[in-house]
């Protein structure tokens, strides 16, 4: 049996068959969430805890940390060349044939089922430093690419601190989505390369 590399298998998808594997893998997270809690949590209050509710936390530090990753990966995406952000281009083929509704769709599917597993679940019960390296190794594509792998992991560890701080799961869904969303909409477009 040929083994294949991820890169070979993704070049023999459709763009519309990219854009579903993102959905079946997000669907895979939030099973595997929802399984885990049962595990981890006492009961459906610690569960709901997770989901409280502070306009002004989630202005300040969700907003806030969403507009500082974007303002930090837009000038890293001028000054450096572009083979530094380059992912094997899946994330050019999942946003450039999708609608905007639908990349709004996706970023806050991403965003929720995410961040509810690494922050919610992995970090509530193992820890910040524990869910943060869990978050950014799962971007297992970006492992060979230093620029890419050293932004998710300071964007983990960024948004774990927010959550540290705040307790809240919106603040770090809000700038979750708001990331992807913005970047997405860029890639869309043709903002950025």
Not at 14 to 42: A, E, H, K, P
């Amino acid at each position: 049996m040929k083994w294949t590399n991820q890169a070979e298998l993704i070049k023999q998808l459709t763009d519309r068959q990219l854009v579903n594997q993102v959905y079946l893998t997000q669907l895979i997270i939030l099973i595997l969430t929802i399984g885990g809690s049962f595990f981890l949590f006492d009961s459906l209050e610690e569960v709901a805890d997770l989901f409280r509710w502070n306009t002004q936390q989630v202005i300040f530090y969700g907003i806030s940390a969403g507009v500082v990753v974007l303002i930090i990966d837009i000038i890293l995406m001028v000054l450096l060349p572009a083979r530094f952000y380059d992912d094997g281009g899946i994330n050019k083929r999942v946003f450039r044939s999708i609608s905007v509704l639908e990349i709004f769709v996706i970023a806050l599917l991403v965003a929720f089922a995410e961040e509810l597993l690494f922050r919610g679940v992995i970090h509530t019960h193992f820890g910040y430093i524990i869910a943060s390296v869990l978050f950014a190794l799962m971007h297992v594509r970006y492992l060979t690419k230093p620029v890419l792998f050293v932004s998710v992991l300071f964007i983990s560890f960024y948004f774990g601190w927010m959550y540290e701080i705040t307790q809240l799961l919106w603040v770090t869904i809000i700038a979750h989505f708001m990331v992807d969303f913005v970047l997405g909409v860029m890639i869309r477009f043709n903002v950025m390369r």
